[in-house]
């Protein structure tokens, strides 16, 4: 993906030009957008302009991520979406996949030596039908919701308690407070897996019921478990994000920007993220996570694997991975 100097763009995030080595591309929940058409077009635009050479990888969605688009408490508004979002993955016909449901599903993949869990359109189109036709959500697609309700609240209690102890601590303790901008100032480094090894040792030895001694062999290979570390890397960014008061980041670290900006969706995001953290490229109009996400990719050796960009961007920018140039001769929305 990148931009040529006799083209004038007006790129959200794209910052440089930027090289996906690797095809496969994951969709955020947060491209769809109910009530904005330009939006939709657009989206549909770079699902076009992504099934144009059917050898560019393939396409996957996290079951969360549809789970979080079928959040809005109105019926109408939850078959709105799901409507919207059918049109979507039906596009991309055999090349779309769905990343398997359960907790960690592809960290527990990742250890166990397998290639991702994942179903195809049509496992789950008859359960969308269903619930188009019913007028809301039925069956196996409000079980799955609902379970995942309750996994997401057990996440965010779990963080919750996290923040609210380091944040105590980073308030009374000056030692801690000058331990934690040292950390921080080392973030754009390899140092940043120690920085949140204790996240991926809970990863890989309490889900993945690996050995301890793997957490060393994640450390020196970071680039062969991308969702342990890309989970790992972004939580512990929320972390730091989240145990800065407002008024402490603006006054001692603004300059990290979104980096360390606090979000409540952002533990919701690093668990999406890394469920499709083997992919080359993450979609998404959460400019956080791309700069999150993009911060991480740049530091050398890449810490994860996945680059984010907006729909926008990627519609505007991109050329496909094996070097050939994408026909610029369609308008752009």
Same mark, same amino acid.
């Given at each position: 993906?990148?931009?040529?100097?006799?083209?004038?763009k007006?790129?959200?995030?794209?910052?440089?030009?930027?090289?996906?080595?690797?095809?496969?591309v994951?969709?955020?929940?947060?491209?769809?957008?109910?009530?904005?058409?330009?939006?939709?077009?657009?989206?549909?635009?770079?699902?076009?302009?992504?099934?144009?050479?059917?050898?560019?990888?393939?396409?996957?969605?996290?079951?969360?991520?549809?789970?979080?688009?079928?959040?809005p408490?109105?019926?109408?508004?939850?078959?709105?979406?799901?409507?919207?979002?059918?049109?979507?993955?039906?596009?991309?016909?055999?090349?779309?996949?769905?990343?398997?449901?359960?907790p960690?599903a592809?960290?527990?993949?990742?250890?166990?030596?397998?290639?991702?869990?994942?179903?195809?359109?049509?496992?789950?189109?008859?359960?969308?039908?269903?619930?188009?036709?019913?007028?809301?959500?039925?069956?196996?697609?409000?079980?799955?919701?609902?379970e995942?309700?309750?996994?997401?609240?057990?996440?965010?209690k779990?963080?919750?308690?996290?923040?609210?102890?380091?944040?105590?601590?980073?308030?009374?303790?000056?030692?801690?407070?000058?331990?934690?901008?040292?950390s921080?100032?080392?973030?754009?480094?390899?140092?940043?897996?120690?920085?949140?090894?204790d996240?991926?040792?809970?990863?890989?030895v309490?889900?993945?019921?690996?050995?301890?001694?793997?957490?060393?062999?994640? #450390? %020196? $290979?970071? @680039?062969? /478990?991308?969702?342990?570390?890309?989970?790992?890397?972004?939580?512990? =960014?929320?972390? !730091?994000? &989240?145990?800065?008061?407002?008024?402490?980041? #603006? %006054? $001692?670290? @603004?300059? /990290?920007?979104?980096?360390l900006?606090?979000?409540?969706?952002?533990? =919701?995001?690093? !668990?999406? &993220?890394?469920?499709?953290?083997?992919?080359?490229?993450?979609?998404?109009?959460?400019?956080?996570?791309?700069?999150?996400?993009?911060?991480?990719?740049?530091i050398?050796?890449?810490?994860?694997?996945?680059?984010?960009?907006?729909?926008?961007?990627?519609?505007?920018?991109?050329?496909?991975?094996?070097?050939?140039?994408?026909?610029?001769?369609?308008?752009?929305?």
């Amino acid at each position: 993906m990148n931009d040529t100097a006799t083209e004038k763009k007006q790129f959200k995030m794209l910052d440089k030009a930027r090289y996906v080595h690797h095809a496969d591309v994951l969709f955020d929940s947060n491209v769809i957008r109910a009530n904005d058409e330009l939006a939709e077009k657009r989206l549909l635009a770079l699902a076009d302009l992504l099934v144009e050479k059917p050898d560019r990888g393939y396409i996957w969605f996290a079951l969360t991520s549809l789970y979080e688009m079928l959040a809005p408490n109105d019926a109408a508004k939850r078959i709105d979406v799901l409507k919207r979002f059918q049109n979507l993955y039906t596009r991309f016909g055999d090349r779309v996949r769905f990343f398997g449901a359960g907790p960690f599903a592809s960290v527990i993949a990742e250890w166990a030596d397998e290639g991702p869990m994942y179903a195809r359109a049509d496992a789950i189109d008859d359960a969308v039908n269903a619930s188009i036709a019913a007028g809301d959500l039925v069956g196996v697609l409000k079980e799955a919701r609902d379970e995942w309700e309750v996994e997401k609240a057990r996440l965010w209690k779990s963080h919750a308690d996290d923040v609210a102890r380091y944040r105590a601590i980073y308030e009374s303790n000056p030692a801690f407070r000058e331990d934690f901008k040292r950390s921080v100032e080392r973030l754009g480094t390899i140092n940043a897996l120690e920085q949140c090894d204790d996240i991926a040792r809970h990863l890989i030895v309490g889900l993945a019921k690996r050995l301890e001694t793997d957490l060393e062999v994640a #450390k %020196a $290979n970071p @680039a062969v /478990y991308p969702c342990t570390w890309t989970y790992s890397l972004l939580v512990r =960014l929320a972390d !730091y994000a &989240a145990t800065l008061t407002k008024a402490e980041w #603006k %006054a $001692n670290f @603004a300059q /990290y920007g979104r980096l360390l900006k606090s979000d409540p969706n952002d533990y =919701l995001d690093a !668990y999406i &993220a890394a469920t499709g953290g083997a992919c080359g490229m993450v979609i998404t109009n959460d400019e956080g996570l791309i700069e999150k996400l993009n911060f991480l990719h740049d530091i050398q050796p890449p810490l994860v694997r996945l680059q984010g960009f907006t729909v926008y961007d990627t519609l505007i920018a991109y050329n496909p991975p094996n070097g050939d140039k994408r026909d610029r001769s369609k308008p752009i929305l």
